[in-house]
């Protein structure tokens, strides 16, 4: 019996562009092995099956699309590299002190680019690289590698190097201390995954001035499966003062932080972690003002499932409002030490201010 396949143009295209997705994923889990080797554990993340789901937000969509501020996307050059960058510049007369923001697990996503807006808004030229970017199909970035599907953004997100994350991090602080609206100085501060690279940035840039870390981790050297412990000669390289921002329910990265705090010290680096009652991993996004809180149930007359419904929801609003004071504690420390760095005076030798 004699089949006939007929392949269409638009079948082609099709198959093709399963084909690269397909490819892309393999890719991504290939390098996901070889950059775990080459990192020796210097950034732990926190990957969610569902991150994919987490880059769309309405919510922070909505608010960002009442903001007032001028808003841009630039492309950044780090080498070969362009890193796509979102920008939000304040409404002032006054050069301003610029923060560079680094975005969870998730890639670049709505919340975060609404949180630079909020920087903005308090005053600081903010800029949040998508550190994805050109590492998707046709050369995208987090959209891209998210309509692939398969988990692909946390995939792609594990196959970044060190390097690569630094020289890209690099290059965004050195673009936006040169922007006509900043005053040259630089901070950074960052989320989950994006917090742990808060803290290996602080290793790469010892000018930076200041490294905000919500819940992640300092540099580690420790074997995969191995007691966390901290990479002394990474952080014997920090220059800027490091921030931590800590949620009371989240041991995996509560963990790290009495042996972080004992060899910061034992260095003289100035780390200063806070841990928030009753918050949990995530704080800064799940207790945003404009993050909608849980909504009550609707009795359905079954009396277990009614109760199981009622108790879970009690539950999700503690939880809600533990995160909503840690939001709103934690932002209120953040603006208070970026305020106290940009009144900072420049250091000069004695000898200096006597000419």
Request: contains cysteine; glycine residues 6%; proline residues 5%.
């Given at each position: 019996?004699k089949?006939?396949?007929r ?6 295209r099709?198959?093709l562009?399963?084909?690269?997705m397909?490819?892309?994923v393999a890719?991504?889990?290939?390098m996901n092995a070889?950059?775990q080797d080459?990192s ?10 569902t ?10 969509k909505?608010?960002?699309a ?8 630039v ?16 409404e002032s ?9 680094i ?13 630079t807006?909020?920087?903005a ?7 949040a690289?998508d550190?994805?970017?050109g590492?998707?199909p ?8 998210a309509a ?8 792609a997100?594990?196959a970044l190097t ?5 020289g ?11 922007l ?9 501060g960052?989320?989950c995954?994006?917090g ?20 992640g981790?300092?540099p580690?050297?420790?074997?995969q499966g191995?007691?966390?412990a901290?990479?002394?000669d990474a952080?014997?390289?920090i220059?800027?003062p490091?921030?931590g ?6 041991m995996r ?8 705090t ?7 680096k100035?780390?200063e972690?806070v ?8 704080f800064?996004?799940?207790g945003?003002?404009?993050n909608p809180?849980p909504?009550?149930?609707?009795p359905k007359?079954?009396e ?16 809600y409002?533990?995160n909503r004071k ?8 953040w ?9 900072r ?7 200096r201010n006597?000419?």
């Open positions: 019996m089949v006939e396949f392949l269409t143009n638009s079948r082609l099709k198959l562009t399963t084909i690269s397909f490819a892309v890719f991504a889990c290939l070889t950059a080459m020796h554990n210097h950034m732990t993340t926190n990957y969610d099956p991150a994919e789901s987490e880059i769309i937000q309405d919510w922070a909505q608010k960002l009442k903001s007032p501020r001028h808003k841009e996307w492309k950044v050059k780090n080498g070969s590299r362009e890193v796509n960058s979102f920008v939000v510049y304040p007369n006054k050069k301003a002190t610029a923060v560079v923001v975005h969870e697990i998730f890639g670049m996503s709505d919340w975060v680019q609404q949180m807006d909020e920087l808004e308090a005053g600081y030229v903010a800029i690289p550190l994805l970017s590492m998707g046709n050369g995208g970035g987090t959209a891209e590698i692939i599907g398969n988990n692909a953004v946390g995939q997100i594990r060190p390097d690569q994350i630094a890209d991090l690099n290059a965004v602080a050195d673009y936006v201390s040169k006509p609206g900043a005053n040259g100085k630089v901070a950074a960052g989320f995954w994006g742990s690279t808060t803290f290996l940035f602080a290793t790469r840039r010892p000018k930076l001035k200041a490294a905000f870390v919500f819940y981790s300092a580690s050297n420790n074997a191995q007691p966390y901290t990479d002394k952080l014997d390289k220059g800027a490091v921030y921002f800590y949620a009371e329910n989240d990265i509560d963990a790290t932080i009495a042996p972080t004992d060899a910061m010290k034992e260095l003289k100035k780390y972690p841990t928030y009652a009753g918050a949990g991993h995530g800064m996004r799940a945003e003002p404009n809180a909504v009550a149930p609707t007359g079954d277990a499932a009614d109760k199981k419904a009622a108790d879970d929801y009690q539950k999700a609003l503690t939880t409002k533990a840690a939001h709103d504690d934690a932002w209120a420390r603006m208070r030490e970026l305020r106290a760095l940009s009144l005076q420049p250091r000069h030798s004695s000898r006597r000419r």
